[in-house]
C-alpha cells in the first residue's frame, strides 16, 4: 500500500533552516512527483511546491523562492523539503503529497504523508 | 495568483441533510478544481478531482460540479463520518491556490 512517512516534529529558532523528509514506499517512486503543502496552527491549506521524482524539476510557490528548496533521493524514495531563513509565521504542519504528474505536476494529490510540525520559536 | 473563495466559512446541519458547499475562483480555471476533506489532526483526504471526478473509494454521496469560475461540492446524505473541514483548489495555474475551507459542524 502507498504510504508516505515524514520525518518528526522539529523546534527551530528564527533565521535557522528546517529540512522535513517524506519517504515514500507501496509505489514507483521516479512515476510521480512530490507536492509541499504547509497549515499553520488553525488556518487553512497553502501550496508550497512541487519536485518530479522522475527528473527533478521543481516549481516553488513565488511568496517563498528563495528561502525554499526541494530535493529527491531515488535511491531511497525519500523527498526533502528544506526551507531557511525561518521566521514565526513559518511555524505549520507541513505535508508531502504524491501528485501524479511526474514530469509536470498534475495538481491535485491523492496519498499524503502524516505530517510535521515545525515550530519557530526563540 | 488565483484567488479561491469559499461559501460558507462554516455550516450547521444534521445526519441525513443534504449539503452544498461554494467554491469561487477570481478567474477561469476550467475544471481544474480539487475537494479535500480534513479532520482535525489529519493530513486532508481528496474526494473529487477535475471538478467532477469522483476519486477511487469515496463515497458515491460525495459529487461535485461546475467549471469556469464557479464550483460546489454536495453531500447528498450527511453521514456522522462527514463532520470535517472541506477545502477546494484550483491547479488551472503553475501557482496552486486552495480555498479558505468549510467547516461542516453538527447542528
Known amino acids: 500500500q502507498v504510504q508516505l512517512v515524514q520525518s518528526g516534529a522539529e523546534v527551530k529558532k528564527p533565521g535557522a533552516s528546517v529540512k522535513v523528509s517524506c519517504k515514500a514506499s507501496g509505489y514507483t517512486f521516479t512515476s510521480y512527483g512530490i507536492s509541499w503543502v504547509r497549515q499553520a496552527p488553525g488556518q487553512g491549506l497553502e501550496w508550497m511546491g512541487w519536485?518530479?521524482?522522475?527528473?527533478?524539476?521543481?516549481n516553488y510557490a513565488q511568496k517563498l523562492q528563495g528561502r525554499v528548496t526541494m530535493t529527491t533521493d531515488t535511491s531511497t524514495s525519500t523527498a526533502y523539503m528544506e526551507l531557511r531563513s525561518l521566521r514565526s509565521d513559518d511555524t505549520a504542519v507541513y505535508y508531502c503529497a504524491r501528485d501524479w504528474g511526474a514530469v509536470d505536476s498534475s495538481g491535485y494529490y491523492d496519498y499524503w504523508g502524516q505530517g510535521t510540525l515545525v515550530t519557530v520559536s526563540s | 495568483d488565483i484567488q479561491m473563495t469559499q461559501s460558507p466559512s462554516t455550516l450547521s446541519a444534521s445526519v441525513g441533510d443534504r449539503v452544498t458547499i461554494t467554491c469561487r475562483a477570481s478567474q477561469s480555471i476550467s475544471s481544474w478544481l480539487a475537494w479535500y476533506q480534513q479532520k482535525p489532526g489529519k493530513a486532508p483526504k481528496l474526494l473529487i478531482y477535475k471538478a467532477s471526478s469522483l476519486e477511487s473509494g469515496v463515497p458515491s454521496r460525495f459529487s461535485g460540479s461546475g467549471s469556469g469560475t464557479e464550483f460546489t461540492l454536495t453531500i447528498s446524505s450527511l453521514q456522522p463520518d462527514d463532520f470535517a473541514t472541506y477545502y477546494c483548489?484550483?491547479?488551472?495555474?503553475?501557482?496552486?491556490?486552495f480555498g479558505g475551507g468549510t467547516k461542516v459542524e453538527i447542528k
Open positions: 483548489q484550483q491547479y488551472n495555474s503553475y501557482s496552486l491556490t
Open positions: 519536485i518530479s521524482a522522475y527528473n527533478g524539476n521543481t
